[in-house]
């Protein structure tokens, strides 16, 4: 080998070198932060809306995170409608853990969330945030774009928790989904955008999931159909997964204007 291939061959190892960490810390499955602010005031509201809008989405989209979702919750009555759920996919946790010091070292967004950043003790724009983070299921180890095919104002977003009463009836719960349920959910035109283990909670052990419907009507029909489908029929009679859910917890929602789809 001649001395210029050498030294060619020897620059490539070392650019792979450098490179494996990066790729090895890209997982198979995503990994999911569910952001969930709480206020009290309109005043809340809108200087979430517009830090969220025009610094932090921004700020992640620079940072190469995309298909970040920004919902509010639909009327359901005397449900508390003072939130705004915020979902960040990741495609590792070191991709997670590294994104405070990105934003950290963006002076844009610095500058952008100054308001936000620098809000005085008794006048916080929010009363407080609560932070999940999920594992995609093994058979659905990415996070999807929904295309309902309808407008976006009239879609409907439903964010699903099943809590189980033990850790071995949650795996169930589990392997339920990944042997059935969620690919029932996609044959029946759930569109689903995530399925995910929650590792990190307040309410463990238990599972959520996202699906869109084009609209009320479309969400009605859908789980009429997949409450009648053989399928399930046969799912839920089996005994193994019996039990499996002691707590459903279920929000309706619709995007912000500024939310990614």
């Given at each position: 080998m001649r001395p210029t291939s050498k030294i060619t061959?020897?620059?490539?190892?070392?650019?792979?070198?450098?490179?494996l960490p990066a790729w090895m810390a890209t997982g198979e499955r995503d990994y999911y932060q569910l952001k969930?602010?709480?206020?009290?005031?309109?005043?809340?509201?809108?200087?979430?809306?517009?830090h969220l809008e025009s610094a932090f989405l921004p700020a992640l989209h620079r940072a190469g995170i995309q298909n970040v979702g920004v919902f509010k919750l639909r009327d359901e009555g005397n449900e508390e409608r003072n939130v705004i759920?915020?979902?960040?996919?990741?495609?590792?946790?070191?991709?997670?853990?590294?994104?405070?010091?990105?934003?950290?070292?963006?002076?844009?967004?610095?500058?952008?969330?100054?308001?936000?950043?620098?809000?005085?003790?008794?006048?916080?724009?929010?009363t407080r945030i609560e932070s999940i983070l999920l594992k995609a299921?093994?058979?659905?180890?990415r996070l999807t774009v929904p295309d309902p095919g309808s407008p976006r104002a009239g879609r409907v977003?439903?964010?699903?928790?099943?809590?189980?009463?033990?850790?071995?009836?949650?795996?169930?719960?589990?392997e339920m989904f990944n042997q059935g349920e969620s690919g029932l959910f996609r044959k029946l035109g759930f569109s689903p955008?995530?399925?995910?283990?929650?590792?990190s909670s307040?309410?463990?052990?238990?599972l959520m999931y996202m699906t869109v419907h084009a609209?009320?009507?479309?969400?009605?029909?859908?789980?009429?159909?997949?409450?009648?489908?053989?399928?399930?029929?046969?799912?839920v009679a089996n005994e193994r997964y019996r039990n499996t859910v002691s707590h459903i917890d279920r929000h309706l929602l619709y995007p912000t204007p500024y939310s990614d789809y």
């Open positions: 061959f020897i620059l490539i190892v070392i650019a792979f070198l450098l490179l969930i602010y709480r206020f009290e005031k309109a005043d809340q509201e809108a200087r979430l809306d517009r759920f915020i979902l960040i996919p990741f495609r590792s946790l070191d991709e997670f853990d590294a994104l405070p010091g990105i934003l950290r070292a963006d002076g844009q967004y610095m500058q952008d969330a100054r308001d936000y950043i620098e809000s005085p003790h008794d006048n916080p724009p929010y299921f093994s058979e659905t180890p977003y439903e964010l699903r928790s099943y809590q189980a009463a033990t850790e071995q009836l949650y795996e169930r719960k589990v955008v995530f399925f995910g283990e929650v590792i307040s309410d463990m052990p238990h609209d009320t009507t479309a969400q009605k029909e859908h789980w009429a159909a997949f409450g009648s489908h053989p399928e399930w029929q046969e799912m």
